[in-house]
């Protein structure tokens, strides 16, 4: 039985009071009152896909107004399946519903307005029949989901940042307890999700750190969030890592406070970089200092052969400027053809430019130091290396050892042994040693570290009453930088 006729807008539908002839017609009133103010979409169709009502929501939902009676408010979609791709009316649930006489429910689609705007609904198509089951038309609800569709995309792309980022994410409930766990946390800390997934995240606290976990979840029931919290975390192999932790709270739809999430960041480079920067910096004080001393002892020294004042001017002159070709030899430069390192020079060629200040006795070049065996190249890091090595051994002689006295000397030997190069320093003629030094100063730490960390080598001392003798063995692939 068709429908009661209605105005060409909701709106005049409410107007126009619909008079039902008999009890079918009564109850077919009173649904269309009911879905008039339904909050989804709805609209009915009769056999020929004339609409025959729709709602509010439904007007909306058209883009521009549909008019009734007529069957080209489907023609003025287009329809798309979830994953995009284009669907013909013939195809669409609502289509179907009455086609195949059928229920369809809830079916995703997208549909785009004549305005270009597209929204994602879900069909829900029942067709209509009469008492002797032919088809009618079909009633439709088309409910709004694209605010799901927005966060579930959002949600996926928020997973694939989570997912692909290169620092370590994970949550954990209130207890502590694993809840995610990224590819950047497998990296870093060296479990799996599925080794670290429901287990205490107190598996990476260093054991003498018992009340770090517990206060940082405190706080975080608090309410607060944590930033850039420095601390340092166990791996599985059981190697330490220095981190970074942001922690913020993770609330549920009411605002309830379920959990906690963390950004692990792995800052050893950058405490390594800090520790490096100090080292430098001590070092740089030490050698100021050094060069103070170093030209108060070029002076001390030149006086007792200098005959008058401008000869010891002379002199000092002269060995500063040694100590300034010395210390050239140690700074790196770059061709401007190749932009390349070009910091290269022999073994012999650098010992001889830093000991050349002390190198005379009486007014004699020569007479104090003696260089013997093979010579080597050495380029790159290892020039700074070795040039910061004997200018310390130089600078202790020059202040307390051999080089220290008028007829002080010392005689360094040579020997390349194929996959290591041995130099031997030994002192003569300089204050008599009765023991060795009560502990290390500052420039045999940085000594030691220099050889074992940059030349892949050692260093020993021996304090002999007649003199300090040095051995240092490096790596002979470390020579070239």
Not at 199 to 223: C, F, M, Q, T, Y
Not at 424 to 444: M, N, Q, V
Request: aromatic fraction near 6%; hydrophobic fraction near 40%; glycine fraction near 8%.
């Amino acid at each position: 039985m068709p429908a009661p006729p209605l105005s060409d807008s909701v709106a005049g539908a409410r107007e126009v009071p619909i008079v039902a002839a008999d009890r079918n017609e009564q109850e077919k009133a009173s649904l269309y009152a009911f879905l008039k103010v339904f909050p989804q979409a709805v609209y009915v169709t009769d056999v020929e896909d004339r609409l025959v009502f729709f709602n509010e929501a439904a007007r909306h939902l058209w883009r521009p107004e549909p008019r009734l009676g007529t069957a080209d408010f489907s023609r003025s979609w287009r329809l798309f399946g979830p994953d995009g791709r284009s669907m013909s009316y013939a195809q669409s649930p609502i289509a179907l519903a009455s086609a195949e006489r059928e229920l369809r429910r809830g079916h995703e689609l997208v549909i785009e307005g004549p305005d270009g705007l597209r929204v994602t609904v879900l069909a829900f198509s029942t067709p209509l029949l009469d008492d002797g089951g032919t088809i009618t038309g079909a009633v439709n609800l088309l409910i709004d989901v694209s605010d799901r569709s927005v966060a579930y995309e959002t949600a996926q792309r928020l997973a694939a940042i989570v997912e692909t980022s290169a620092d370590a994410i994970l949550t954990k409930d209130l207890d502590g307890i694993v809840t995610s766990w990224n590819k950047g946390a497998e990296r870093l800390f060296g479990y799996t999700a599925e080794e670290i997934v429901g287990k205490s995240v107190s598996v990476l606290v260093l054991p003498d750190r018992p009340d770090e976990e517990p206060n940082i979840l405190a706080r975080i029931r608090a309410g607060e969030r944590i930033e850039h919290y420095e601390t340092t975390r166990l791996r599985k192999v059981g190697s330490l890592v220095d981190i970074s932790l942001s922690v913020s709270p993770i609330q549920d739809h009411s605002g309830r406070i379920m959990g906690a999430s963390t950004i692990a960041r792995d800052i050893s480079e950058r405490r390594r970089a800090e520790e490096q920067q100090h080292l430098l910096i001590r070092e740089m004080d030490h050698r100021v200092k050094n060069l103070f001393s170093l030209a108060s002892s070029i002076v001390s020294l030149s006086r007792r052969s200098a005959t008058s004042v401008d000869d010891l001017a002379s002199v000092v002159v002269s060995r500063l400027n040694a100590l300034s070709q010395a210390h050239a030899l140690t700074v790196p430069h770059t061709s401007a053809a190749n932009m390349r390192l070009q910091q290269a020079t022999t073994l012999h060629t650098l010992m001889r430019t830093i000991l050349s200040p002390y190198d005379e006795c009486d007014a004699t070049p020569g007479s104090r130091v003696t260089i013997e065996g093979p010579d080597i190249d050495v380029a790159g890091g290892a020039v700074s290396g070795f040039a910061l090595l004997f200018h310390e051994f130089a600078t202790n002689a020059a202040k307390y050892g051999a080089l220290s006295v008028r007829n002080g000397g010392m005689d360094i030997r040579c020997e390349d042994q194929g996959a290591t190069f041995i130099l031997t320093w030994k002192e003569r003629g300089g204050p008599r040693i009765d023991r060795a030094p009560d502990s290390d100063g500052f420039g045999t730490l940085l000594a030691r570290s220099t050889v074992r960390g940059q030349l892949g080598g050692e260093i020993t001392r021996e304090w002999k009453p007649e003199g300090l003798s040095i051995r240092l063995t490096v790596a002979t692939d470390r020579l070239a930088g």
